[in-house]
T-cell receptor, first 114, second 114 residues
């Protein structure tokens, strides 16, 4: 089970780019990296997923170095509405194996200020 | 809108009672997952069903049980309720069984045990 480590909290200001890094030193060959966003009293929402290098969608970018032992979620030009908890999950649940992609840690609480 | 429907939205009951939470997955999704989120425990994975069969178990108490019906909706039964069972209960669904397909969460059922 690939354990992930993220900062507990981060502060930013509107219009800035925010980078949240997740460490996963024992990531396995078949593991993917998935990020979710959660607002208070709502279910988590899928943001982005990647395996290596860089993935970009309309919401965020995900940077994964060659050794895959960490990943960085990049949110461009954040707004107040990006204030939320962000979770990094790593894993692929093979038969009888890891449930890493189902395990949410404490996440990173991002606070965006005006 | 994630496409996952959970009912009821709120539930207030007394200690020792039994309740049933219901979840309808997104159209086409075969896996259903249940999570519990309380203030001090974060988001805890309880159980996964795939196409009617139990697939993975997390930190689910013996007082709790779940099932997935032929129409793929799922129910989480909580019995002998205790004050500490007060939490948000989320259901999620995904396409696959053991793959990296993202989870899509409902808006949860808020259970209050008095």
């Amino acid at each position: 089970l690939a354990k992930t480590t993220q900062p507990i909290s981060m502060d930013s200001y509107e219009g800035q780019e925010v980078n949240i890094t997740c460490s996963h030193n024992n990531i396995a060959t078949n593991d993917y990296i998935t990020w979710y966003q959660q607002f208070p009293s709502q279910g988590p929402r899928f943001i982005i997923q990647g395996y290596k290098t860089k993935v970009t969608n309309e919401v965020a970018s995900l940077f994964i170095p060659a050794d895959r032992k960490s990943s960085t979620l990049s949110l461009p030009r954040v707004s107040l509405s990006d204030t939320a908890v962000y979770y990094c999950l790593v894993g692929r649940m093979n038969y009888g194996g890891s449930q890493g992609n189902l395990i949410f840690g404490k996440g990173t609480k991002l606070s965006v200020k005006p | 809108d994630s496409g996952v429907t959970q009912t009821p939205k709120h539930l207030i009951t007394a200690t020792g009672q039994r309740v049933t939470l219901r979840c309808s997955p997104r159209s086409g999704d075969l896996s259903v997952y249940w999570y519990q989120q309380s203030l001090d425990q974060g988001l805890q994975f309880l159980i996964q069903y795939y196409n009617g069969e139990e697939r993975a178990k997390g930190n689910i108490l013996e007082r709790f049980s779940a099932q997935q019906f032929p129409d793929l909706h799922s129910e989480l039964n909580l019995s002998s309720l205790e004050l500490g069972d007060s939490a948000l209960y989320f259901c999620a669904s995904s396409v696959g069984r053991d793959d990296n397909s993202p989870l899509h969460f409902g808006n949860g059922t808020r259970l209050t045990v008095t």
